[in-house]
């Protein structure tokens, strides 16, 4: 997933221990006993629907009455696959939100616009250099929240990306036309 290409290049950025753990429905009670041990949590997740994605909420759930003591500082790094990384606010405010509420210290923030495409681009290199950012300021204990994109116009942009799902979908033997349909599961 992309969420994991993200966590791994954060994590060969980070100068210290670290540890991924994927979130799955059944291993909140080992990753809320685990964050007892941390000082800093990374949650690296998608933008869904504008907010979080349902596991991800249903941790948080978890956390509020279970959450360990020691709470770690909360930071996020989060992708959309839209250009604008301000599109991934609300869910950054979200997240701070429920650190404000129950407690945790909130941390850094990392919004990356066309996330689902900028690793594979010319352009990765501000994905890098932003991550590089985002654990220094985590090492420092600060609070803010930064962001990166493609360098495009949103002309070019869309120009860019039906391109990509068009290359894609002719990988797959689905023409472009059969994209532009609701008929996704052939019958």
Known sequence: SNSRRYAELFQ?????????AALTAKNHAELAAAAADCTDLLLVFP?????????????????????????????????????EPEQTRPAVEMVRFF???????????????????????????????????LAAGMRAGRSEVLSVRMPLNRRMFVWASGRYWTDYGAK???????MRTMEIEGG
């Open 99 to 133: 650190c404000k509420r129950y407690g945790f210290p909130w941390g850094m923030a990392l919004q990356i616009g066309s996330g689902e495409a900028i690793l594979n681009t010319p352009f990765s290199f501000l994905v890098r250099r932003g991550l590089r950012r």
């Open 12 to 20: 060969a950025r980070w100068k210290g221990e670290a540890r991924y």
């Open 172 to 178: 797959n033997n689905i023409t472009a036309g059969e």
């Open 47 to 83: 933008l869904y629907a504008d907010g979080l994605p349902a596991p991800l909420l249903r941790f948080l759930e978890f956390l509020e009455g279970a959450g360990p003591e020691h709470r770690p500082r909360i930071s996020v790094l989060i992708n959309c696959g839209f250009l």
